[in-house]
């Protein structure tokens, strides 16, 4: 006989409640395990997007923002902040740029509100500045009215290389001059046009959404960087692709606290019904406890058959919610992405990982453990001879 | 024979709410091996109370208490523990057997906390030693009451006792059953196991070598 096995068997005998906490232990593993997964799963894939996979390495945007930035860049916003065009020759003088690509960006809901366009319009820069920017199908724009469609726009809308695409926001039919390979980016979701068109249509000539800079060595980018805000006015910042990243997940932060407040949530209701069902076990074994004392157990016996019975059950709900996780992550992604944050980088935003799980895992158990001390203790107080004279 | 559990002068006393309750007062009694004694008297005579103190489940508050001339110290419960573990078994009125554990499982019970090996075989001699072999592999749930019992009697063998403290070992039997558990404690008393048994039964009192009266605390005869 082995203390483990006595263990198992005590939790067999009131199985409904045993079931019941490992469950309020496995939704309170579960929902660590989806939220770390998102938390994780989101910034990496910000930073994926926003500074390994465009190529870009600074930004010229108006004030010293990068919030501001962040969302002009990332959520295709008209901002009511802008850059001179005239900036743009500043840029490409500067020593250690390779390339610099002036973008205006602007997007456009469908008038009954089902469905936002994002626009951008580029200059031919934009396949130096961006190396995963490949047209597929067709070629670059044949004249102000072409639009070079990302790779999703293009399935969605079943187009093809000089179809037509009407615009009833913009009241302007364009015609698809080329389709680009699916780079898993937000660039599959864009609409591209030529940087003059964009800028006629939103009104803003000579006037740009900010500048994205790539530099010719990325180990030099503070002296780049530098040399850069010496060559333009104060009104105007310089900011690097990984300070925008971290300016998108600012606007993450909200979410993220609302999702760590619902995981503190579940673990306090379940730390309440490890201990409640813990202490009604010590409860109705009195007598049964004290019996062992008579046979020989051990105040430390007593603690650690107790403990064992906690660990057993955090143990098994813990091993469900990691696993509940590994299933309802993808799902969670899916609704984070729809309606929880404003930015949504391509590709998987919450991957399940084992590191998650296994963290997820070591607090469920770290749980149980806490939750045990009260009612072990308790148990392993029980005066065998007071227990049985009284009850 | 030699003195197993010695009590001198000894007296309990606790408190119940606000009452001071004198469990027992200045009693001497001796159990040396192979005694079979029967500690008789009404309800709240102390004799619950004389027994846990000879089991070393708790301390008198006056008074001496030796182990086979070694004197209990107050506070010691690891050596109350091994003194229970190596020297003593326990049975009880209620049984107290585990209700998940098979029989054989748990006359095993007690070795779990004295960190002996269980031995099939010897378990198995246990069993057939209260008529049982043929219940190994069943529940509790599954028992008579005297069954259960006997099985009780069984499991506080397993750590090779010198003495079994049995309180009220017949009180949730039939005649019938309590015979069969008397018996076998009789039998177990001619293999050298000194038996100290408390009972409210007159007849069952009769077939002890040795009765010791309790009134008020008190040896009254």
């Known amino acids: ?391 | 024979m030699n003195s197993l559990i010695a009590l001198e002068k000894v007296s309990k006393f606790y408190r119940r709410g606000s009452e001071e309750v004198h469990a027992l007062d200045g009693v001497t009694l001796e159990i040396a091996e192979g005694d079979l004694i029967a500690i008789c008297g009404p309800s709240g005579s102390g004799k619950t109370t004389l027994l846990n103190i000879a089991g070393c489940m708790d301390h008198a508050s006056n008074g001496v208490v030796r182990i086979r001339g070694e004197q209990v110290e107050r506070g010691s419960e690891r050596r109350l523990a091994e003194i229970r573990q190596s020297l003593i078994g326990f049975v009880f009125q209620q049984f107290f057997l585990i209700p998940t554990l098979t029989v054989e499982e748990n006359v095993e019970l007690p070795l779990l906390f004295s960190h002996r090996k269980a031995d099939r075989a010897r378990t198995a001699e246990l069993l057939e030693s209260v008529g049982l072999s043929h219940r190994r592999r069943h529940l509790p749930n599954q028992l008579s009451g005297g069954e259960m019992q006997r099985v009780a009697v069984a499991r506080s063998l397993v750590n090779d006792p010198k003495v079994i403290l049995a309180d009220e070992p017949t009180g949730n039997l039939d005649s019938r059953n309590s015979n069969a558990v008397v018996g076998l404690f009789e039998s177990l008393n001619r293999k050298g196991i000194a038996i100290v048994l408390v009972t409210h039964n007159p007849d069952l009192a009769a077939r002890c070598r040795k009765v010791v009266h309790l009134e008020d605390g008190k040896v009254v005869g």
């Open chain 1, 1 to 391: 006989m082995k203390l483990v096995k006595l263990a198992f068997n005590n939790i067999r005998r009131t199985p409904v409640r045993a079931v019941l906490t490992a469950a309020s232990v496995l939704i309170a593993a579960a929902t660590l395990s989806v939220v770390l997964s998102l938390d994780r799963g989101y910034s990496r894939a910000v930073k994926r997007e926003l500074v390994d996979k465009t190529g870009v390495h600074l930004y010229v945007t108006k004030e010293n923002c990068p919030i501001e930035a962040a969302s002009v860049v990332a959520q295709g916003g008209l901002s009511p902040l802008y850059v001179e065009q005239s900036l743009v020759a500043a840029a490409e003088a500067t020593a250690g740029i390779a390339a610099v690509l002036p973008f205006q960006l602007f997007a456009e809901t469908t008038s009954d509100g089902t469905r936002t366009d994002i626009f951008m319009g580029v200059t031919e820069a934009i396949r130096k500045v961006r190396p995963d920017w490949v047209i597929e199908k067709g070629g670059w724009f044949e004249n102000g009215d072409s639009v070079i469609l990302g790779a999703q726009i293009a399935q969605i809308e079943l187009a093809k290389v000089g179809d037509r695409l009407y615009s009833e926001k913009l009241n302007k039919e364009f015609k698809v001059s080329g389709i680009l390979r699916k780079s898993y980016s937000q660039d599959d979701g864009i609409i591209f046009m030529p940087l003059d068109t964009a800028q006629r249509l939103v009104k803003r000539e000579g006037r740009l959404s900010a500048i994205a800079v790539k530099l010719a060595d990325v180990s030099r980018i503070q002296d780049v960087t530098t040399l850069l805000r010496g060559r333009i006015s104060q009104d105007y910042s310089v900011i690097g692709a990984k300070e925008l990243s971290e300016g998108v997940l600012g606007f993450f932060a909200a979410t993220r606290m609302i999702m760590f407040v619902m995981v503190g949530v579940a673990f306090g209701v379940s730390v309440f019904g490890i201990v409640n069902t813990m202490l009604m076990v010590v409860m109705e074994r009195r007598r049964e406890i004290a019996y062992l004392k008579c046979v020989g157990a051990r105040r430390e016996d007593v603690l650690r058959l107790i403990t064992l019975e906690t660990l057993i059950i955090c143990l098994l709900g813990g091993l469900g919610g990691v696993l509940a996780g590994v299933f309802i992550t993808p799902m969670a992604g899916s609704l984070l992405r729809g309606t929880l944050v404003g930015y949504v980088p391509a590709g998987s935003i919450a991957t399940p990982s084992a590191g998650v799980a296994l963290f997820s895992l070591l607090v469920a158990v770290g749980t149980g453990v806490i939750c045990a001390l009260y009612p072990a203790w308790k148990a392993a107080s029980i005066v065998p001879m007071e227990v049985l004279r009284n009850e």
